[in-house]
């Protein structure tokens, strides 16, 4: 019988979300991913039968995947990453502003960016009672400030992921379930527009984060050595924010 402690991650094909799956393949723990790739067989960790594909875009499909999740596990979640995000731009890639962003693609990118986290971990409620896990919320430094690059609804998405954090820490507090979330600035991943070097000149340390940066960050959240921890959104940004 597999005695790993288990993690499901969403958004774990790239960036933040790839780290951290390495990071806790390190650490010996079982890897169980989502995200809207199917699984890679060049990836050193698990194989299909711990990768989920699904579009988190699709509420439906969603919730239809909590059964194939539950399926997976030993009765046991004793993580749960919600780090799937979209940030969509303007044909010309550009930011989309609260007056030119499509009624579907705010929908779309709440779904994916708000939503699923409270889906999930809902869904596998009894699973993270079981282990006495920690769910960890990836929000983002442009949840409390306008941003030259990240539109309206990305923007809205992860503050409103913020105010998630707060209310699940107290609704799930009591089954011993801690909820913390993690906000990034600017990381060294795809998601990054051109121009942010110039954001980069404004950072007190004058560098990009790294993805591995973040990822230990979340296994510290993880991890028992947070024990006491839940309710808080921690920021990782190098002094963006000061």
Sequence with gaps: MDDRKVILLTGAS????HATVKKFDAEGWRVISCSRQPFDP???WGGEEDHIQIDLADPQRTMDAIGRIRERLNGKLHALVNNAGISPKSEQGGRLSALDTDL???????HVN???SIVLARGLQAELTAAKGAVVNVTSIVGSRVHPFAGAAYATSKAALKALTREMA???GPMG????????GEIATSILSPGTDK?????PMRRLGEPSEVADLVYYLCSDAASYVTGTE?????????
């Design 104 to 110: 579907r693609t705010w929908g779309q990118v709440f």
């Design 42 to 44: 060049r990836c050193p």
């Design 170 to 172: 107290h609704d799930f």
């Design 14 to 17: 790239r960036g933040i979300g």
């Design 199 to 203: 954001i980069v000149e404004n950072i």
């Design 177 to 184: 379930v801690r909820v913390n979330a993690i906000a990034p």
């Design 234 to 242: 921690i920021e990782v940004n190098g002094g963006q924010h000061v």
């Design 114 to 116: 708000f939503f699923a």
